[in-house]
């Protein structure tokens, strides 16, 4: 072997050593991070709280865009709202990027199980690549390992359920929005709090379940998604929890329904809006969705209540004195 190639073999075992350690992060901002993951090279972004106290394990949220996004879209304050929310709750957001053929990362999916496009079908190894952000996140900021979330929209929302199934060791609780269990198996480590949330309208992922009016152009390019009530029934019985419903809100154009006494408090929530389509609770309108989303309630808002309320239910009693 020549100079030339020793010298090149060293250099790119130096790159590999320093790309294998991740820096500390120390100052909030948003940051754009990359690493190995699968022989692929994934992306994500990352956004820390100028409220977060320095040194302070602080809760982490996952969110994962829709199938045909990507993590610059999801990470849009005025579609979304969540850096907004990170901001006020206090929480470290991650916005990870799916798997996609084309360099900047545009039209993105993630493998959830049956759903959807590329990364189904080359079946990508996202529980993987999430649980390799987290780690990398963790390496670089004090996370509560006992407050990680994840949250999704759509094939986003799928995904977040395919966590629950596979890494319910990792996650404390996941919020569904506008995405219904699409797994093919699901057999969770333990019990995990589970909040879904969907349009009766939703044009897309259906509330009754079916494939929607996309299949009659092309039954190849869809997917059979299961129902919004057997997607509720299902993680009421992973978690044992009690068969009736509390509700917990009720406003003209929403109402959520929690099931609670499940093992190890981790409680089910279903909210249902009337209207609003396929689309983000509260958020802004997102050029590819048709109408606007409902404002009945936001999301981000009830998703953060309904992890706060499951974090202390969890919460062994403190002793009378």
Not at 107 to 116: E, I, P, Q, S
Not at 118 to 146: E, H, K, N, S, Y
Not at 307 to 312: G, N, P, Q, V, Y
Request: proline share 6%; aromatic share 6%; charged share 15%.
């Amino acid at each position: 072997m020549g100079w030339r190639a020793r010298l090149l073999g060293a250099l790119l075992l130096a790159c590999g050593a320093l790309s294998a350690t991740a820096s500390p992060i120390s100052a909030p901002g948003d940051y754009r991070l990359s690493l190995q993951h699968g022989g692929l090279t994934r992306h994500y972004l990352l956004h820390v709280p100028r409220s977060l106290p320095p040194g302070q394990p602080a809760p982490l949220l996952l969110a994962l865009h829709g199938g045909g996004g990507h993590m610059e879209l999801q990470a849009d304050d005025a579609k979304y709202g969540l850096i907004s929310k990170s901001e006020q709750a206090g929480f470290i957001a991650v916005f990870p990027n799916g798997s996609s053929a084309f360099p900047g990362g545009r039209l993105a999916t993630w493998n959830a199980g049956n759903c959807c496009g590329r990364a189904r079908d080359q079946g990508v190894d996202d529980v993987g690549f999430v649980r390799a952000v987290v780690a990398d996140v963790q390496a670089r900021l004090p996370v509560d390992a006992r407050r990680i979330y994840a949250t999704g929209m759509s094939n986003g929302a799928m995904m977040a359920q395919r966590l629950a199934c596979e890494a319910a060791d990792l996650f404390s609780g996941i919020a569904a929005v506008a995405g219904t269990d699409n797994t093919q198996q699901c057999s969770p480590a333990r019990p995990i709090a589970v909040l879904l949330i969907h349009a009766r309208d939703d044009d897309h992922v259906l509330f009754g379940g079916g494939a929607g009016p996309q299949a009659f152009r092309d039954r190849s390019q869809v997917t059979e998604f299961r129902s919004v009530p057997a997607t509720l029934a299902g993680w009421i019985a992973r978690n044992a929890c009690q068969a009736q419903a509390s509700r917990v809100l009720e406003r003209p154009g929403a109402y959520c329904d929690r099931y609670a006494a499940c093992r190890g408090g981790a409680a089910v929530q279903l909210c249902v809006t009337d209207s609003g389509g396929h689309a983000w609770p509260g958020g802004g309108t997102v050029r590819r969705a048709k109408g606007a989303p409902s404002q009945a309630l936001s999301a981000n808002e009830v998703m953060w209540d309904f992890f706060s309320r499951t974090e202390a239910a969890a919460q062994p009693a403190t002793p009378a004195k």
